[in-house]
């Protein structure tokens, strides 16, 4: 019999995975070494978490819904050492939880919050060794995308900013129980080092990146007129005339390092 007797619940966006062949294909992607830190955020009912335990004997799992802790902390018990904290993932210190060594963070995000999730992740890069998240694969989509595709956006120049994207393979809705309405996918994130990031003020590159896409079928010059003007985004060699969809990373991060006017 199961431990977990609580329906999956919409609202926290519980799709378990239960294909072991996907489930087997993300762990090697993960390939966890000895020593590793890895915290796993919405452990659910513990579909990568009990095999990731078997084979790596203790990580950390964070997870929102109070109801799934004790059968998960019952069901670990006699597979490896599960710490669970159970809190909203965004309210959570990563840096704090890292306790000084890089974490590997690893999670069937739930679809709704990913891209908080991802932007907190973010927030607490210099704390973590690297990413592997299922997500909605549109999601992926738009992470991964390079200037001129039509997905191409902030979240794409935000995470490809800070770090390499390498999406991995696509997961279909059968994997999961209830099946999402989407197709999934699974991506690595590697955070860059602070030198190859380059940007000088992480607040400023934020805001021009909001502002640049905020209105993408405006140019440039319009866009972006309450953080830069036309002399400041030609001083960073972009074309002032372009729509922020054809601009790099790089010219994002010129333009964000320019004394403000
Ligand atoms: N890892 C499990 C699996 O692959 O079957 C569950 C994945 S399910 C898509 C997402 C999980 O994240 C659920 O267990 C859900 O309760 C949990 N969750 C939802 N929102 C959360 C949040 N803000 N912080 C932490 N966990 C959350």
Request: proline share 8%; glycine share 6%; aromatic share 4%.
């Amino acid at each position: 019999m199961s431990l977990f007797n609580e329906p999956p619940k919409k609202s926290l966006g519980q799709h378990f995975l239960h294909e072991r062949g996907v489930i087997d294909k993300i762990i090697l992607a993960i390939d966890p070494r000895p020593g590793d830190r890895i915290v796993e955020i919405g452990p659910g009912q513990g579909a990568l978490t009990l095999p990731l335990l078997a084979r790596h004997g203790a990580l950390t799992a964070i997870e929102f819904d109070r109801d799934l802790l004790l059968p998960l902390a019952a069901a670990a018990s006699d597979v490896g050492q599960l710490t669970l904290v159970s809190a909203d993932a965004l309210n959570v210190d990563l840096t704090v939880l890292a306790d000084g060594e890089p974490m590997r963070l690893v999670g069937n995000l739930p679809y709704n919050v990913s891209s908080p999730i991802l932007f907190h992740a973010l927030d607490h890069a210099a704390a973590i060794r690297d990413m592997h998240f299922m997500l909605q694969k549109e999601v992926v989509d738009r992470m991964a995308a390079t200037p001129g595709s039509k997905v191409y956006g902030r979240l794409s120049v935000m995470l490809q900013a800070y770090c390499r994207v390498t999406p991995l393979f696509m997961v279909p809705p059968g994997a999961f129980r209830p099946p999402p309405k989407v197709d999934s996918a699974v991506v690595r994130l590697v955070p860059r080092a602070p030198e190859e990031i380059g940007i000088a003020d992480r607040a400023r590159f934020a805001a021009i990146v909001r502002a640049a896409f905020g209105q993408r079928r405006k140019t440039l010059r319009n866009a972006l007129h309450d953080v830069a003007d036309t002399t400041m985004i030609q001083a960073a060699g972009i074309d002032a005339g372009l729509r922020a969809e054809q601009v790099d990373v790089a010219g994002f991060v010129r333009l964000a390092n320019l004394p403000a006017a």
